[in-house]
């Protein structure tokens, strides 16, 4: 079996490392600690049989990442490990094609059974979650999930990277292309999400964060 963990926190990598090695020995596992390197090691390999899957890499926002990863990858399994522990947020994230939601205060015990019962092709929660109310997506969220599943993973970086405050010639610098390039994958970027100019483009993209009602960063129009 082929594992990947993704997380930008070595600790809690470690952490679930330990999980998946004590329960699933032979297991090939594979790390992330970055939404580039993830979407890397997804290109690289076949499609592994999970993917533990944190909210809050460097180049993802909110449920950017899980939405992104679902629509490439759609018959790979995606647990989301977060922090955030409010069951509309868990909800949320199986709205969006998570197969289970872990609380990094999970204990390492739950950790393995909620593995296991995703593994065998269920869904899990945890308890909290599980009393909640069912979640459905606001038609605005829907909208824009759909529309994000269309970029490719080069036009995702740039969006993201675009949400970040960044101009078109210090993304075609972290990126390593010409800055016309960028300038075409932003002209893609803008039909597929229905917007005219960047700031719509990031406040369509915003309402995939976990906290809609998070500030926006100032977006510097270009020609």
């Not at 922090?83 to 739950?110: C, F, Q, W």
């Not at 605005?140 to 080069?154: F, K, N």
């Amino acid at each position: 079996m082929q594992f990947v963990i993704a997380d930008d926190h070595p600790l809690f990598r470690d952490a679930l490392r330990r999980v998946v090695a004590s329960h699933y020995p032979d297991a090939e596992l594979l790390e992330a600690d970055s939404t580039s390197s993830l979407q890397a090691l997804l290109t690289a390999h076949d499609t592994p049989d999970l993917l533990l899957l944190d909210l809050h890499m460097p180049g993802a926002s909110g449920f950017s990442g899980l939405v992104h990863v679902r629509a490439h990858y759609p018959s790979l399994p995606v647990i989301v490990v977060s922090g955030n522990e409010e069951p509309g947020v868990m909800r949320r994230a199986i709205a969006h094609g998570a197969s289970g939601y872990i609380p990094k205060s999970t204990s390492l015990a739950d950790m393995a059974a909620a593995i296991q019962q995703v593994l065998d092709g269920d869904v899990w929660l945890p308890p909290s979650a599980r009393a909640a109310q069912s979640v459905a997506l606001a038609p605005d969220e829907a909208d824009i999930a759909r529309r994000v599943r269309d970029l490719t993973p080069q036009q995702f970086r740039v969006l993201m990277m675009l949400a970040d405050g960044l101009l078109n010639k210090q993304i075609a610098y972290e990126l390593g292309v010409s800055e016309a390039t960028i300038k075409a994958h932003m002209t893609a970027i803008l039909k597929k999400l229905g917007a005219s100019n960047r700031t719509q483009a990031v406040v369509a993209a915003a309402r995939l964060q976990l906290d809609p009602s998070m500030r926006i960063v100032d977006v510097v129009e270009e020609d």
